[in-house]
């Protein structure tokens, strides 16, 4: 299973905003099997979910779980149609958010993030 989880620039907390997130860490989970260190990924501004056109490639295409602190509709419906499940949290630990994940245990409930409430007004206009 791969699992990215939305970071700040300092790779060491959850992000609030997945849409907007440049950081990520990437995990290649096996059944069993202590998580691997993850590979960070940088996105590039024209790859961010809330500018990329789907016209070629992106790096977070084939994840099966995506991790953040908040999602706007658009996000959500756009990773859907990759075959990626979005998990929200309110946990900013990344580490903490994976284990629980791979465990089977809930995450613990989001944070309130205003640009979320700004993303509900852009995504009445999304593509996705």
Known sequence: MKVAIATHKDWSEVSGHA????EWLLFD???GVPASAPRRLSL???Q???HFK?????PLQGV????A?????????HMDCWGAQVLLTG???PQVALQKVLAGEALPDTRFDVTTALCKVRDLFSRH
């Open 48 to 50: 961010l979910p809330h």
């Open 44 to 46: 590039a501004k024209e």
């Open 29 to 31: 989970c096996q059944p």
């Open 19 to 22: 849409g907007q997130a440049r």
């Open 69 to 77: 602190g908040s999602a706007g509709d658009g996000f959500l419906r």
């Open 54 to 58: 789907d016209d070629g490639p992106h």
């Open 64 to 67: 099966d779980v995506l991790i």
């Open 91 to 93: 946990e900013t630990d």
